[in-house]
């Protein structure tokens, strides 16, 4: 597996460095506890899927401010020499709390917990929010997408549509995550070692002759090719695909796609010519524009659809452009803080989540447990250093992420503090 380089230490918002200054000029060193948690979750959603953990704490790990950055913060006018030089000695030395990457969780429960030396809890949370926040709502989101499928295979296409190309391959990991049986992208397939699979564009039947010479051109360079058959007329392209498969032999077709269109109509029609062809192992793709709620429909009006291709509404969802997401300093000093700010309350001291099959239960850090509940959050970096000898295997994630969808909650309060 191939490693993705985790963000620099410049990328950080400014004010957490002028902070940063302040706290190691007022002598300010105690031990401060962050939480990043999602105070709400998207309308219609009921739970997320843990993810980005891996590349957090790759990030905490390789926090250095080298001499590249401290030349670049030299050309701006809020910081000393002093304070500079004491940046270029930084490194994160504390403790990271956090549900494993696949967990199911709720609002209000930490996606991680920062348990270090103020300064270096603070300058970390521009990162942390940005590698934790994203895969986690395209996780959940690809979820959501595979509970509606009910078994029909769903694959990614996305990077197309993603906004840059990390956020392409952190959607492709997150949305493997979640569920899904593939991925378009080479380069997610590369690094993360994610089945990859395509089938080809309108431009490539354009640009042949014409359809029916397209699709044996491709058929018997690439055996058991998808077909794409909307592009001119869809009911056309299904029989063309059938003389295709009737030629070349049993097993050189196996899909047609379907990119447009009346996705319940077409599909019915081109399953009724493919079985009427004998082609009954010929399976059938349908992509474009994708989610859930289209799935769902589909799937519980019969369609007869086998594979559904899934893009832009997973790498940017419309109903959740972002997670409601937020980084708080909830203890100090062993003093517990909270914000009171109208819509933005915190809960304050640090926290452990504890899991049964009865729901969760978020309590001070410091409660024992009740009969069968285990706790949620795991000591996953400890002085500074991972726990973790190696990086969980990603299938192991997606296998956790899959038993969490199956067992979550239907009613619970996240909201209980005992």
């Not at 949370?125 to 769903?154: C, F, H, M, W």
């Not at 009737?246 to 047609?256: F, L």
């Not at 996705?263 to 062809?277: G, H, V, W, Y």
Request: net charge negative; aromatic share 8%; glycine share 6%.
């Amino acid at each position: 597996m191939a490693i993705v380089p985790p963000p620099p230490a410049l990328f950080v918002d400014l004010y957490e460095l002028t902070m940063a200054q302040l706290y190691m000029e007022r002598e300010m060193s105690g031990e401060a506890v962050f939480e990043l948690t999602v105070r709400s979750l998207p309308a219609g959603w009921d739970y997320l899927i843990a993810a980005g953990l891996e590349r957090a704490l790759s990030y905490l790990e390789s926090l250095r401010f080298d001499d590249f950055a401290i030349r670049h913060l030299r050309t701006l006018p809020q910081f000393s020499d002093a304070f500079l030089n004491q940046l270029r000695g930084l490194r994160f030395s504390g403790d990271v709390w956090a549900p494993l990457e696949g967990s199911v969780i709720y609002p209000h429960e930490p996606l991680i917990q920062v348990v270090a030396p103020i300064t270096e809890a603070q300058i970390v949370e521009t990162a942390l929010l940005n590698q934790l926040a994203y895969p986690t709502l395209v996780a959940s989101k690809a979820a959501r997408v595979i509970d509606a499928a009910a078994g029909r295979t769903v694959v990614e296409f996305g990077s197309r549509r993603a906004h840059g190309a990390e956020a392409a391959l952190a959607a492709s990991r997150a949305a493997w995550i979640g569920g899904f049986d593939a991925t378009s992208s080479v380069e997610a397939g590369r690094c993360y070692d994610i089945p990859v699979t395509g089938t080809m564009a309108h431009s490539y039947i354009l640009a042949m002759d014409d359809e029916a010479s397209a699709f044996d051109v491709f058929t018997e360079r690439y055996p058991g090719a998808t077909l794409l058959v909307d592009t001119f007329d869809t009911a056309l392209g299904v029989e063309r695909a059938i003389t295709v498969a009737q030629r070349h032999g049993r097993d050189s077709v196996r899909a047609i796609r379907i990119d447009s269109g009346d996705f319940l109509a077409e599909s019915k029609s081109a399953r009724a010519a493919l079985d009427a062809a004998e082609l009954a192992d010929v399976q059938i793709v349908i992509s474009g524009g994708l989610d859930e709620h289209q799935i769902a429909q589909l799937v519980e009006r019969g369609a007869p659809i086998d594979v559904f291709a899934c893009g832009t509404k997973i790498v940017a969802p419309p109903d959740a452009v972002a997670l409601d997401s937020a980084y708080k300093l909830v203890e100090y000093n062993g003093r517990p803080l909270r914000k009171l700010s109208p819509g933005k309350i915190s809960i304050g001291g640090r926290k452990q989540v504890w899991r049964s099959a009865h729901g969760d239960r978020i309590t001070p850090i410091a409660a024992l447990p009740r009969e069968d509940e285990r706790p949620l959050l795991a000591l996953v970096m400890q002085g500074g250093h991972r726990t973790a000898a190696q990086p969980e295997p990603l299938d192991a994630i997606r296998a956790r992420a899959a038993s969490g969808r199956q067992a979550r909650h239907v009613e619970f309060d996240p909201t209980l503090i005992d």
